[in-house]
């Protein structure tokens, strides 16, 4: 970057957000590191009056905000009861409508799994101004970090985000969206990661298919397993794995620099090219 153009994207970041006073802006936080801010969110929440987050939000990306701006927690407590989306979608529009400026900061991205369909649908209907700023989905970070890339050429030209959340996990459809030439994503998986195991097997899904886990991605103590389908959910309680962590299901999974858990002649089942993999072990 030139250095007329570097001193203009500086200032674009100090530059409080210009605008109607009283709106909301959805902002997307990205997978963890504060480094994966665009700079469309530093000036969001440069220009921030009042910032309502969620978990998960490392401290330096709040200090964007300036000092005087007022931060609501919305994350899940202690007793392990979350703030209910009506009451976050009241609290938005009532702070819009007392003429402030509310970032309403997500993990990622506020569009993917992160309920920010029924927040804008709240401004909306309230008549409040609404805006949305994009972020690095967990997928995109987490695969960026283990060299996993979710398309290939060679090993999947389509790919599905799903939610493994217990919630009607029998009841989704997802045939077809894992398989050769594809790439299954599942994120809130780690509980239920037997059960989608299961699911994807009885739709046909070979138990040899490789699966990387990826714990923590981008965060201090990341790590990246890698097993097959059928073991998936032993090797998640075996290897201890928490939330927050996904789950990627593909032949794309046997690229990615991850430790594999049940040796490397097990991608070879697969029919991987080996080379790769051993490059990153
Ligand atoms: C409620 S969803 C929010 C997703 C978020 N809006 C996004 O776009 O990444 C939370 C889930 O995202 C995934 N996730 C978020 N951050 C992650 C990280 N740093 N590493 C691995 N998975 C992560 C986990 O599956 C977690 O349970």
Redesign the pocket.
Known sequence: MDEPAAARVEAEQVAPARGPAGRVILVGAG??APDFLTLRAVRALAGAEVVVHDG?IDARVLDFAPAGARRVSVAKRRDRHSVPQEAICALLVAEARAGRVVVRL????PF???RGGEEVAACVAAGVPVEVVPGV??ALG?AAEVHLPLTHRDHASAVSFVAGTCQGLREQDWRGLAGPGRTLVV??GVTTAGAIAEKLMADGVSPDMPVAI??????PGSRALRTLLADLGDAVVRAGVT????LVVGRVAGLAHAEDLMGLAALDLAGLTLAAVEQAA
Not at 243 to 246: K, Q, R
């Open positions: 997978p963890g998960l997500k993990g990622g991205d993917v799994f992160g989905s967990a987490c994120y809130m990826l714990e923590r991605g981008t965060l939330s927050p962590a996904l």
